[in-house]
């Protein structure tokens, strides 16, 4: 499987922010369903602490307001992943949104995030006909 | 409407300096539009609150994250500001340095978390 390759740039380990939210002992039994695919997701990830969003297709609930984990938003949309963005460590993050309110959310991608999806998420500024070539062949 | 809107974006004189770099930019971007970000190295300042929708107390830097394209085409630029962490989306404008804009679309693939060639046969 694509997903359990070894990592091409590991990097530093990043400390993540101390998680307040405890999902074990919730009536879920520790999942969620996927708003998107309806998928039944466990909280548990490889490589984070704090998923958000369905591992199959990357769909995200709109639960919390301006803290990761505070779940104050009222809102409680369905948030699509718009775009991915790339931490100076190399770390992938999905931008996240929400289709009810129009917020936006960062999150680290999983260990088990679908390569495909991802993938197609970050090649879609790539696949505009009206990319700038003009700036590729300047760089070149 | 449309004549009013045009003639106020001919004499709109006004500009705002650069948070990063310093450029003095027009407030008015070529197609009339107000400019939120700097057309040079892409940057804006946090002076709108989008969970609020009021001005903002921040007013700290922020730094154009990621490329977003949306259904319809278009092509939006994400900001996070360096202080609080808020992010904000916004259309590119026509003069924006698109080698910059470039550099964001290819980042990801340049540093991809899983091996791209499994996906040379898709």
């Known amino acids: 499987m694509i997903c359990d390759m070894p990592r091409r740039n590991p990097g530093r380990e990043r400390p993540q922010r101390r998680k307040s939210a405890r999902h074990e002992n919730t009536r879920h039994g520790g999942t969620f369903r996927c708003v998107g695919c309806r998928l039944d997701v466990p909280m548990s990830a490889p490589g984070t602490a704090h998923r958000n969003h369905c591992p199959n297709c990357l769909t995200s609930l709109h639960v919390d307001h301006r803290v ?15 775009s991915v963005s790339v931490r100076p460590d190399g770390e992938w ?38 990319l700038p070539v003009s700036a590729l062949l300047l760089t070149i | 409407m449309s004549t ?75 900001h996070r500001c360096t202080r609080c962490g808020e992010l904000t989306s916004n259309p590119i404008c026509g003069d924006d340095n698109q080698l910059i804009l470039m550099r964001m679309a290819v980042r990801p693939l340049a540093q991809p978390p899983f091996p791209l060639e499994a996906f040379g046969d898709l």
């Open chain 1, 68 to 82: 990761p984990g505070d779940r104050r938003a009222g809102c409680r949309g369905r948030m699509a992943a718009l």
């Open chain 1, 93 to 130: 993050l999905i931008i996240h949104l929400c289709q009810s309110c129009g917020g936006l959310s960062a999150n680290r991608i999983a260990g088990d995030d679908n390569a495909r999806a991802l993938l197609s998420i970050a090649v879609r500024p790539l696949s505009d006909p009206r």
């Open chain 2, 4 to 78: 009013n809107s045009k003639s106020r974006s001919i004499t709109n004189t006004e500009t705002f300096p650069c948070v990063r770099c310093g450029l003095t930019v027009t407030a008015t971007a070529p197609d009339g539009a107000r400019r939120n970000h700097c057309p040079s190295c892409l940057h804006s300042q946090h002076v709108l609150d989008r969970v609020e929708g009021g001005p903002s107390e921040c007013r700290s830097r922020m730094i154009p994250i990621s490329i977003a394209v949306l259904r319809t085409g278009e092509w939006m630029i994400i």
